[in-house]
């Protein structure tokens, strides 16, 4: 017997006079009226802007008439949509204001293309600047289509934001870069093959360095010591010494995982992206070196700089030990993937702080020590990358210390046990200032080229404008269109000419809007219309790109003479309100090396005291919105979406790692101790076990069941045929839906209880007479009764709702000749 619940299109009005679909919300909206219950649920999180929300389920359109009535009304910049069930959607009538249809959208699964496509939805996902919501029918998963929308949708986004955000994040990686031009001095090729034949450890923060941790600082003299940036302050309290510390991330949330390594002595040495972060890169007090290209135009002087490799600060770290020469790369921390315990960082950070992480969407990955564990998408790019760089250097032999890594070809696995290590003589390069370039001289020359490129992209920016104020009269003059494209084919030849590197930089940085004047038609039907529509959207997207850069440049132009004010004798407090702004107030101590004799006045000492406040408060203070987003992915819903869906999938070993993780949250956490039981019995199913199923489900106390338990403790006793129990389940979750009462009815008669049986079935009919397959199932009952009067008018009820039902018909012309007979 399959228990599934139906959706059944009969509304409701509550106590509250809402109407809702019982089958949707079941009982929710006669507890509480919506308003209340979305206002404690989504109030503060409807009225954040620039959000787009993706909303699964409009909870029989009560959701979307709470969206429409917003307060304040929908924050600016930000975009609704809802995504209903295709079965659903006809019978929900939601008016939408004309001035609203740009910012709430509603359509059901078939428009997932056609929503991916659009331009501002690109955007948001490519942002990052969305969420996937769960309405009240989904959050409760009740309905299996809904528990498969979600899960759809969740996947889709995934992809998007990976597809789209490729294009789109290559603006912050030119905006950083700009923005770094004033600190990037001094280029990580000066360490190339510095240390021929000896051994380094790379070490990230994967939870495996919490097994090696101790050898590391036990071996440190004979081991060269590169860290990624945010497990250098966790290494640096348990006093292992690191060479290098290596930095890529351009995001703000680089800074709140890293800032450890501001513990650091003078004796580490930065290595970064050219991209890093500039609140990271403006306040290191040490020495650095950059890698990649520091010009976001072709320069002569960078095209042999070390390489930033993507896409974690794992690779880079990585090929940045192979580039300085080591023949030996022992790797810790380096697992790209869960431990056992869900735990995606070592102890001691930000995330291990948090639990272990249940809730993502994850992939598996084999390990060397032989079992799978889970990992992410990225992390499986950054395995893959990896795994291409073993392949390009053969010579360099890549040692992961831990068996709990992900394998990766071309990099083995050693305990450190079998690991030998010879006394290691590092060579002093933080001493040696013939490799870091002069300051003074480098900011100088850097400006002089900075401003020429400026004035460069104001000439180019007049040739566009003239471009553009052409192409916008293609369409209103025919007969003058073809002497108009001549003209703006010569200014683009003049454009292509003279300003190639530029404009190349301009469309790279602008590759989003330019995407918008491209078509998915093919050539053949393009018509002359559309080819001047394509042309005038081209130098819309070319001079608003253009002018982005030129504001980009014209901001390089000033952080590098504030850099060559800080050299000089601008007064401390004119510097010290700049360092403020930019939200950098750790540059005072870089200013203070500069000035060592600098004798403070009063109301200088007063600014220097703020200075190291904002520091400090910066070091130590952790960002919520980050500290919301770990929270996101073990958030117990997102568990139980994933339960769902490794159940769907028939993954019990997912199950079974999941039940691990769990079981040390149960004792404090209800719901991660029904999540347990959930996930245990799913697991025991899939392994054809369903008597321990059974038990998992009655082992949990009652008042933690929902829905969902009741269904599947149902279904494990008709397996088992323990119909007693099935029964006293059935009229417990009665109280969740009337849509069992069908299937009640049947378990009373398997159980011999006939007429309880029949006024079941009749009182379900009573409330949902249009119900054609329950009045087949009361007419086929009938007949197993003899009772040919009662089978007759049941068939007849279910020929009044579906006239042409084969079934139905059959049966009343046979009882008809039967009852015709018989008189």
């Not at 006809?90 to 959208?105: A, G, H, N, Q, T």
């Not at 890093?276 to 042999?304: A, H, T």
């Not at 056992?340 to 993502?360: D, I, N, Q």
Request: glycine share 4%; aromatic share 10%; proline share 3%.
């Amino acid at each position: 017997m399959q228990l599934q619940s139906n959706i059944l299109k009969n509304f409701a009005i509550s106590r509250f006079n809402e109407y809702y679909l019982p089958s949707i919300n079941r009982n929710t909206f006669e507890v509480i009226d919506s308003k209340t219950f979305y206002n404690r649920k989504f109030k503060t999180l409807f009225s954040q802007q620039d959000k787009l929300n993706i909303i699964i389920g409009m909870d029989s359109g009560l959701l979307a008439n709470y969206i429409l009535e917003l307060t304040e009304g929908i924050p600016d910049g930000s975009k609704f949509v809802i995504i209903e069930l295709s079965t659903i959607l006809p019978l929900l009538l939601i008016d939408i204001p004309s001035e609203l249809r740009s910012k709430l959208v509603i359509i059901d699964e078939s428009g997932l293309d056609e929503l991916f496509k659009q331009d501002d939805i690109k955007l948001f996902i490519a942002k990052g600047e969305y969420r996937l919501i769960a309405s009240s029918s989904v959050s409760s998963r009740h309905l299996d289509d809904y528990n498969t929308l979600l899960n759809t949708v969740e996947s889709r986004l995934q992809n998007e934001y990976f597809d789209n955000s490729i294009n789109f994040t290559q603006k912050i990686f030119v905006r950083t870069q700009l923005e770094n031009i004033a600190d990037n001095h001094t280029q990580a090729k000066e360490l190339r093959n510095k240390y021929k034949e000896m051994v380094c450890i790379v070490i990230a923060g994967g939870p495996s360095l919490d097994d090696t941790i101790h050898w590391i600082k036990e071996n440190q003299d004979n081991l060269y010591v590169i860290a990624v940036s945010r497990i250098a302050g966790k290494l640096a309290k348990f006093g292992i010494n690191i060479d290098i510390v290596v930095c890529v991330d351009p995001q703000d949330v680089s800074f709140d995982v890293s800032r450890g390594m501001f513990e650091l002595s003078d004796e580490t040495l930065l290595v970064h992206s050219y991209h890093v972060n500039p609140k990271i890169l403006s306040q290191w007090q040490g020495k650095c070196l950059y890698m990649g290209q520091r010009f976001p135009w072709n320069n002569e002087n960078d095209f042999d700089n070390i390489p930033t490799v993507g896409p974690t600060v794992t690779n880079s770290a990585i090929r940045l030990a192979i580039e300085m020469g080591f023949r030996q790369v022992l790797l810790s921390g380096v697992d790209f993937c869960y431990s056992k315990s869900g735990y995606s960082h070592a102890r001691g950070t930000v995330e291990a702080s948090l639990g272990p992480s249940l809730g993502h969407d994850t992939l598996w990955v084999n390990t060397y020590a032989g079992y799978q564990a889970e990992t992410l998408i990225q992390l499986k790019q950054a395995m893959e990358s990896l795994e291409n760089e073993a392949k390009t250097h053969p010579y360099v032999d890549l040692i992961n210390l831990s068996s709990h890594a992900a394998c990766i070809e071309g990099i083995t696995h050693q305990s450190t046990e079998k690991i030998t290590l010879h006394p290691l003589v590092k060579s002093k390069l933080l001493s040696d200032s013939r490799l870091f370039t002069t300051k003074e001289n480098d900011l100088n020359e850097v400006y002089s080229e900075c401003k020429n490129i400026k004035n460069e992209l104001l000439k180019l920016q007049h040739l566009i404008t003239d471009a553009k104020k052409l192409t916008s009269k293609l369409n209103l003059d025919a007969k003058k269109t073809s002497n108009t494209l001549d003209k703006v084919d010569k200014i683009e030849f003049k454009i292509n000419k003279k300003y190639k590197k530029l404009s190349q930089l301009i469309k790279f940085y602008g590759y989003f809007e330019f995407s918008k004047f491209l078509t998915t038609r093919e050539v053949e039907s393009w018509t002359q219309q559309q080819i001047n529509q394509m042309t005038e959207r081209y130098y819309e997207a070319f001079s608003s790109s253009c002018d982005q850069v030129f504001k980009l440049v014209e901001s390089a132009c000033n952080k590098l003479q504030d850099r060559i004010n800080e050299l000089g004798t601008t007064p401390f407090n004119t510097l010290a309100e700049q360092w403020k702004r930019d939200n950098q107030p750790g540059r005072c101590f870089i200013w203070k090396k500069m000035h060592p004799a600098y004798s403070f006045s009063a109301d200088e000492q007063l600014l220097w005291t703020e200075l190291n406040n904002l520091y400090q408060l910066s070091l130590t203070q952790v960002r919520q919105a980050y500290v919301d987003t770990l929270h996101t992915g073990s958030a117990m819903e997102h568990v139980y979406t994933k339960i769902l869906r490794l159940n769907k999938s028939q993954s019990h070993q997912g199950l079974a790692l999941l039940v691990h993780n769990l079981a040390p949250l149960i004792e404090k956490d209800p719901e991660a101790k029904r999540l347990y039981h959930l996930a245990l019995s799913f697991q025991l199913s899939l392994e054809q076990q369903p008597q321990q199923a059974l038990d998992a489900l009655l082992a949990l106390p009652e008042e933690l069941y929902t829905e969902m338990e009741l269904k599947h403790i149902i279904l494990l006793a008709l397996k088992l045929s323990k119909l007693e129990l099935a029964e006293s389940t059935l009229v417990k979750i009665l109280t969740h839906s009337d849509e069992y009462m069908p299937q009640y009815a049947h378990i009373l008669k398997l159980r011999g209880k006939i007429q309880e049986s029949v006024n079941v079935y009749l009182d379900y009919l009573e409330k949902y007479p249009s119900e054609t397959q329950t009045w087949i199932k009361l007419g086929l009952f009938m007949v197993e009764l003899n009772q040919a009067e009662g089978a007759h008018t049941a068939f007849s009820h279910a020929l009044n709702a579906d006239p042409d039902n084969q079934v139905a018909l059959h049966y009343v012309a046979e009882l008809n000749r039967i009852m015709t007979e018989a008189q």
